[in-house]
Every structure is written in C-alpha cells, then in structure tokens.
C-alpha cells in the first residue's frame, strides 16, 4: 500500500512538472504573467465549455440583450459582441464566469454549422496596459490575446493560427471601431 502511495505521489510529481514546461514553451513570446495568467484563464473556460452540448452558455443567444446588460452590469463596462458570421460563426450565448483575479469574466460562445467552437474571454485587467495580439498554442486549442483599455481579451478556439488571427483582427476592429 505504502509503495503505491508512493508511486503515486511521484506520477503526480512528474506529471505536474512535465505541464510547468508545457505552460512555459506555450506562452508565444509573451514576459507578462498577468497575459499568462488571462490566457491560461480563457484557455481554461473553452475547455471547459465548448464541448458541453445541453448547457454550453447560461444565456443563450436568443437572450442576447439580457446577456450583454447582464455581464455589462457584472463587469463594468459596455460589452459589444462581435459579429462573426461573415467568417461562418454565430453567437451560442455566454456566460459569467469566476476569475483568478479575483473578479469575474464573461464568456461569448460562437459555433459554426458543422459544431466547431470559438470562444471569447473578457475580464478587468489589472495591469490595464495595452499590448498588441499575442498567440499561444496548448495542442490543437489555438488563443489569441490582447489587453485594450483596461480589459483583457482572449479568443480560443480549435482552428489555425492564420485563420484565428483572422478571427481575432475581426474582434478587435469590432470592439474597437
């Protein structure tokens, strides 16, 4: 018993050492630990939900006036959400989340017909410094993240690196007219 304690303990050693490298090498470029830490967050939260196919979002997009006012409210700003659907993506819904700021985020869901999800990730950022696109890339989950007046973005989604900056460029410009 005390040899599979011990064997245990070591595979849970080794394993979350072996992450430590992964998270590191996956940054793309970026010295910022408060960018790790808004990727890794919206990173997080597309895992979580993307794949959920009954309760995906809290609100759904039929919703969508209530949960924009609603996470508006939580966050203290005016969130807009992009329009995606020239690049074949439609609003699910979204959702408020916990954040490990201390604060909350919300969280826009998009899909495409053939069920492919996007997500957009946006919280206070404490920082509040401006930075440009940053990429970060955690096996197929490609994220691209920016800081903008105070806010971190982040979207996330199983698609390649050109295409999603595509995506990205779009938000922005959007959130940024």
Same mark, same amino acid.
């Given at each position: 018993m005390a040899a599979a304690v011990i064997l245990a303990v070591a595979v849970g050693f080794?394993?979350? #050492?072996?992450?430590? @490298? %992964?998270? =590191?090498?996956? %940054?793309?470029? !970026? &010295? !910022?630990?408060? &960018?790790?830490?808004l990727r890794r967050a919206a990173a997080v939260a597309h895992v979580a939900y993307a794949p959920e196919v009954r309760h995906p979002v809290e609100v759904a997009a039929s919703d969508q006036?209530?949960?924009v006012? #609603?996470?508006?409210?939580?966050?203290g700003t005016k969130l807009r959400v992009p329009d995606l659907s020239a690049q074949g993506f439609w609003l699910v819904g979204g959702r408020?989340?916990?954040?490990? =700021? +201390?604060?909350?985020?919300?969280q826009f869901m998009f899909e495409?017909?053939? +069920? =492919? %999800?996007? =997500?957009?990730?946006?919280r206070r950022d404490a920082q509040g410094n401006d930075t440009a696109f940053r990429f970060a890339q955690d096996g197929s989950l490609s994220t691209?993240? #920016?800081? @903008?007046?105070?806010?971190?973005?982040?979207? !996330?989604?199983?698609?390649? %690196?050109?295409?999603?900056?595509?995506l990205a460029d779009s938000v922005y410009r959007q959130l940024n007219p």
């Open positions: 080794a394993a979350g #050492w072996g992450s430590r @490298d %992964r998270l =590191t090498s996956a %940054r793309g470029g !970026s &010295g !910022s630990g408060e &960018g790790i830490s006036a209530h949960l006012a #609603w996470l508006s409210k939580r966050l408020l989340l916990p954040d490990s =700021t +201390g604060a909350v985020a919300a495409r017909s053939q +069920g =492919t %999800r996007l =997500t957009l990730f946006v691209f993240y #920016w800081v @903008d007046r105070g806010y971190g973005y982040a979207l !996330s989604g199983d698609q390649s %690196r050109e295409f999603m900056l595509t």
